[in-house]
């Protein structure tokens, strides 16, 4: 999952610079692989100012943190059923929806401790979005029982039904450029459905609508926002769609079958993920041309972050029932 909420904010700079040290060094391999205390994955992100990768995981009722090389850092318990992440914008709180206590958890990024929770009703959150300083969430107990909520960042003013409906949770993004845009995808539906919300007074309006191929797994933005990626079954491509009225714009040829897409918020880079053994593949901004490629078995769905500076690639490979595994790749 997404989100999918990725960037450095300009009064994180100094504290980035700081941390840049504790970045992959530049003499190790290309690829490392580090196993990681969590039996299954839900979702990924990266905390380019501190230096640490957050992976969530609902049957572990856990998120699991390294550092920027993957060696195991702290993992944090009791957070039943974590699923979605999301940074906040100032880097100080990473959010995680726990879809199995009807709220939002709030990690502090410095401490690596629980800092408090957002109730947000028995609605089962899934996965999380930051804009204009609010968090979204997709949610969804029950079939067609799914819609988006959301909640200001200092946890009031909480509420759902503002988009319902949906078949299950909805993949969800958003981009600093483009502010109050809000890109859900939904998943396990053949054909799946994309839309474009924009925030409309106090709700979300439809700026644009489509099907998307069949069996969404993963929606992105641009870096520059005018643009959202798709991963899904079919087709065998991660199609690109105008973030404005979702017209085609062009296609990355991944092959069968594109689960993960991450863009670089300092590069513009496009990481892709199939369920093949060549599994994540890297195209460079305004490339539509792959330049490096990884074997990454059993690739999860959503599973793709990228590090500060654009040079890293964070991907979590190890499905169908074994302990996960996180992959630190050069871009």
Known sequence: MHNRSRWLTATAITAALVAATASPAVAEPPQRTVALALASFSDIVVDPTLGHVFV??????????????????????????ATGLALSPDGGTVYVALSQFGAIAALDTLTLTERTR????????????????????????????????RVALDGTDARTGLVSGHYSPQQLATTPARPG???????????????????????????ASRDAGSNLADVE????GSQVHVAGGA??????????????????????????????????ALAAGINDDTSVRIYPSGSLDESRSYEVPDLHLASLAWGPGGRWVYAVGNRFGRPAQLHVLSS
């Open 181 to 207: 845009l809000l890109a859900a995808g939904q998943p396990s539906l053949s054909p799946s459905g994309l839309v474009v919300l924009r925030e409309e007074g106090d709700g979300l309006a439809v700026q």
């Open 235 to 268: 087709p065998y491509q991660i199609q690109s769609y105008t973030s404005d009225t979702l017209a085609v714009r062009g296609s990355y040829n991944t092959g069968p079958y594109p689960v993960a897409v991450s863009t670089s918020a300092d590069s513009g």
């Open 221 to 224: 933005f641009s870096k520059d």
């Open 118 to 149: 957002y109730p947000v009703g028995e609605v089962c959150p899934s996965d999380l979005a930051i804009t204009d300083n609010r968090l979204y969430f997709s949610y969804g107990c029950d079939t067609w029982g799914g819609g988006i909520g």
């Open 56 to 81: 969530s995981s609902k049957i572990d009722n856990a998120v699991a943190v390294t550092d920027l090389s993957g060696n195991a850092v702290t993992k944090l318990s009791n957070l039943p059923g």
